[in-house]
């Protein structure tokens, strides 16, 4: 008790210092994706699992389920991190480029080779306007 009788900061810059550190536990500034945005993000994953298209990581084809299983790995770990606010951010940080080598994705359709974000995009408006492929 003498210690803080000679130091009466030090025992207020503690006590300000604990009362910081359960405020921080308390208050969750996380921001999630909203119901719209997840429903978004599953379409987009429902149309690569089911499209015909073959998904280009690294200049290996995977199918369609392998190509969404890589995509919900890749979306799991942004969403811990809480990078993914928007249907945009996720296709731009899981979709579009390899994490590890920084190539771009690509998909190999009957029409032809084309970026995969600019595919998704596509789609993504496809599904916002409710219009047929």
């Given amino acids: 008790m003498r210690m803080w009788m000679r130091d ?3 025992l207020i810059r503690r006590l300000i210092m604990a009362s910081i ?3 921080a536990v308390i208050v969750d500034t996380r921001v999630f994706a909203t119901p719209q945005v997840t429903e978004e993000i599953r379409g987009l994953l429902d149309f690569v699992e089911h499209s015909d298209c073959k998904f280009v990581r690294n200049g290996v084809e995977y199918s369609g ?3 969404r299983a890589h995509l919900e790995q890749k979306l799991n770990y942004l969403e811990g991190k809480n990078l993914v606010k928007s249907t945009e951010e996720f296709i731009d940080l899981a979709a579009t480029k390899s994490s590890l080598s920084g190539r771009a994705y690509e998909v190999r359709c009957a029409k032809g080779v084309e ?3 600019i595919w998704l995009r596509r789609e993504l408006q ?3 306007h409710g ?3």
């Fill in 8 to 10: 009466p900061g030090r």
């Fill in 21 to 23: 550190c359960v405020i």
């Fill in 65 to 67: 389920p392998r190509a």
């Fill in 115 to 117: 970026p995969a974000g």
């Fill in 126 to 128: 496809r599904q916002r």
């Fill in 131 to 133: 219009t047929a492929t």
